[in-house]
């Protein structure tokens, strides 16, 4: 299955802080980035490995465990997937971070791209989209789309909430791009947000509400 709706205690208890209303700012932004470190993890966990000796502390080598392939990159939605983007870096602090612009066309629903900035070798990492909400699935294809064009073939992405129609859009799209979320909500409004969804989490993550 394309998306994966993580059942662990810990991000259905953070994703029902974030829901209410009036959360200040801060505590928007911290309980974002502590789901996003969480789901970073899940999405991680099949990584594959390789054993290495090292000097241990005692003087002599020892074999440890570390990840086979290069660090992943980033690949947060501006604007609100930067929201995301501190608690992806405190699990993963040496990955690199490629940033794609899209918004959604208010009167079309249909993202419109305005900025790229992919790292040179993405064809050779892994690249796990960020963004708090999968709602019609627009960006997220555009995105997707625009990091196959430039030769990724393993590709995963980290939402908070997600819309029935856009996990749909994606699995029928992408089957082989695999998503991680916090939760996948009831449905869409008339006018593309997702219900009970977080309300604009761009505008509560920048403050702009």
């Not at 932004?29 to 502590?34: A, S």
Request: net charge negative; charged share 20%.
């Amino acid at each position: 299955m394309a998306v994966i709706e993580v059942q662990h205690a810990l991000v259905k208890h953070k994703l029902g802080l974030l829901r209410q209303a009036g959360l200040p700012v801060y505590e928007f932004r911290r309980l974002t980035n502590e789901l996003a470190g969480i789901l970073l993890t899940q999405a991680c966990a099949d990584m594959p490995m390789e054993d290495v000796f090292v000097d241990g502390w005692q003087g002599e080598p020892i074999a440890v465990s570390r990840l086979q392939q290069a660090d992943p990159t980033i690949v947060p939605i501006l604007r609100a997937g930067i929201g995301m983007l501190d608690g992806c870096l405190q699990v993963l602090p040496t990955a690199t971070v490629s940033v794609v612009g899209l918004y959604r066309d208010e009167s079309t629903l249909e993202p419109v791209a305005y900025f790229d900035k992919v790292i040179d070798y993405v064809d050779q990492r892994t690249a796990i989209i960020i963004d708090p909400m999968l709602a019609t699935g627009g960006t997220l294809l555009a995105t997707i789309e625009l990091l196959k064009g430039k030769g990724c073939t393993d590709i995963k992405g980290l939402f908070l909430v997600a819309s029935p129609e856009g996990v749909a859009k994606l699995t029928e799209a992408h089957p082989d791009v695999d998503c991680w979320v916090a939760g996948i909500d009831e449905r869409l409004n008339d006018k593309g947000y997702i219900l009970p969804g977080l309300g604009d989490a761009g505008d509560k993550i920048f403050g702009t509400i």
